[in-house]
């Protein structure tokens, strides 16, 4: 008995350790954009884990949305952490002048193909044990929620981020994954907006985006309309809609190519 | 002699159907274990094996040693036959097959022609129309043609008779190739008791890696392919075929990637030999490998223990980085080079401002169906993979021309494409070419080429 009363101080401790939020560990890269940090935990992305990006629509399918948004984020991942980001996709799409444009030079990526999700998965966990590596992107359609608990555990020992793009191919397997629970500590909804014309400039405005958080360990769900302020990809918020709608934001930008 | 003259003969004769596309791969089998004693095996036409032991041989303890030990394993599988070594592979071949007496027949070194005198010109390794003219005029022996002129011999018979003799007798050398591409460095474990357990592989291929790794390093190379077989003792050989994005000769590393396919070997009943083989060797100065194992000098030899993992799993083609080109053409402005490949560092001069750029390209692009109005305007509605699209707004044309100087291929009629960013009522926006022109041969066609966010 005296003995167990002994380890309880220990035992404290391991609890501690395991109800830690994620965020203090290796810390948060933040938006720069207040609205959106607010949101957040800790103010900011968590690094060291895993967050989840689904598109919208037919975009569930090509995930231009996804990685648009994700490359934005890796842009600064990248530069701050300086080192090779490892994108495992099935098909390799991704071009590099338009993911420049968004702030993610091409040149310090590492493109994985593997045709099946479970070679995906794999090799992401093999690039969250691997030191050099920035961050981590995997584009899957079927995620069993074992292996997003692996790559949360990886991404949490190594303090590298990882991201997974969902995309399907199928109306049927996206109905079916969706809203399957995984262990990503966020989830992230990112869909395309009529863009607003420019007065006194025909065509195609500046692309608008709504940014949905779905989930959001130790936060709260919350949506934001985001604006690329022009080709040089400042974005913008246009409007906070969801929860924060008090939050003067309408003036806040931040830059993404840096 | 037909079959059923030989049965009625002996009526109890056991037959079997000749199967030689089974017997060719029993002696490639045969003939890869064999390469226990050496690198340069190859199986000998339907019915022998050559081995190179030139420089290989003092492992064993030298040409008897080793030959007694090739007769004691063939016994032990059942297999008859017969050694001979000799000086070359024609004296060797002909010992083999001709030689009176018990194998194996071993010729003393520069001893290539008085042992093949009293045998038959079959020996020779000559076709049977030739041999049989040979003896129809009374040369029944390679002795026989000693004597005789060489050029009568050549206008009778062809030239292929004095070329025999003269491989045979070490006048004309004479090449083996082997089955594989011969490896610069070789490292071989033996076992009196052959093993089966998972850990004992594992401990076996730590001890030819840290065999292998300092005789790399003594000459300054890394290895680039490695292949590590296990010789099982029913004559089978697995294989552990590797590739590296980098030279490497770092121990933990290659173990490391080895371990990872360790499970892929099936030891049957066990495994009597295990040959760790380093192949594509290149210079590797001693600097570049971190004291510790792993301090990287720069990115990518940081990352290159992880590159090789992800390349010998899924291919070294499916690891690639994106470099830009100098081109206009969508597709080459950005290409994907593998990481193995050597990294260029092409600078390319950051492109003039063009038009936003999609951030998916689809190669090769998808065709649409697309409806419009007037020669240079945009679709006002098209139909891609199932859906709809309405148009709402849009911008162009983007005219992109061919580079003028490539050869006219099968896209040629693509030659011109007018590209227009467009968006759907849903906000999603695209990227679409019209390929062709109007008032051209071809009629015009639409594709989609890339998504922008």
Known sequence: ?258 | MPLADALSFFPGLATAAAEPAKDAAALRRLAEWCSRYSPWTAPDRVDGIRIEITGSAHLWGGEEALAADLATRLDRRHIAGRIAIADTLGAAWAMARFAEGKSPVILLPGDCRNPLIPLPVEALRLDPPTTQGLRRVGLKRVGDLSGMPRDALTRRFGEMVVRRLDQAQGDLPEPLSPLGEAPTRRVRLSFAEPIVDPADLLRATERLVEDLVPRLAQEGIGARHLDLAFHRVDGRVERIRLGTARPSRDPRHLVALFKERLDTVDPGLGIEDVILAAFAVEPLPPEQIGLAGHTPTNETNGIAPLLDRLGNRLGFAAVSRLEPRESHIPERSSVRVPVASAHSHASVAPAPDKPPRPIRLFEPPEPVEAFWLLPDDPPFRFAWRRRRHRVTRADGPERIADEWWRPEGPGAGDAIRDYYRVEDEEGRRFWLFRAGLHGGDQSLRWFVHGVFS
């Open chain 1, 1 to 258: 008995m005296v003995e167990e009363r002994a380890r309880l101080p220990e035992l404290r401790e391991r609890v501690k350790w395991i109800e830690r939020p994620t965020a203090a560990i290796h810390g948060v890269l933040p938006f720069g954009i207040a609205a959106i940090d607010r949101a957040l935990p800790g103010g900011g992305l968590t690094r060291g884990a895993l967050h989840e990006i689904l598109g919208m629509g037919g975009d569930e399918e090509d995930g231009a949305l996804a990685a648009a948004f994700a490359a934005g984020i890796l842009g600064r991942l990248a530069r701050t952490g300086n080192g090779t980001v490892l994108w495992c996709l099935p098909r390799p799409d991704l071009y590099g002048p338009g993911l420049a444009a968004h702030g993610l030079d091409p040149t310090h990526i590492v493109l994985v193909r593997a045709p099946r999700d479970s070679e995906i998965l794999w090799a992401m966990e093999e690039g969250l044990r691997a030191p050099g590596i920035a961050a981590v992107v995997g584009e899957v359609g079927s995620l069993p929620a074992v292996a997003s608990r692996r790559l949360q555990l990886a991404a949490e020992r190594s303090g590298i981020t990882a991201f997974l793009l969902r995309r399907w191919c199928d109306g049927g397997q996206a109905a079916r994954e969706r809203n399957l629970p995984n262990a990503a500590v966020t989830r992230w909804r990112i869909a395309a907006l009529p863009s607003q014309p420019l007065p006194g400039e025909p065509g195609v405005g500046r692309p608008r985006w709504r940014v949905e958080l779905l989930r959001c360990r130790g936060g709260e769900p919350a949506c934001w309309e985001v604006e690329e302020a022009d080709a040089t990809a400042h974005v913008s918020l246009a409007a906070a809609l969801a929860d924060r709608p008090a939050a003067p934001v309408s003036s806040e930008k931040y830059r993404r190519t840096g």
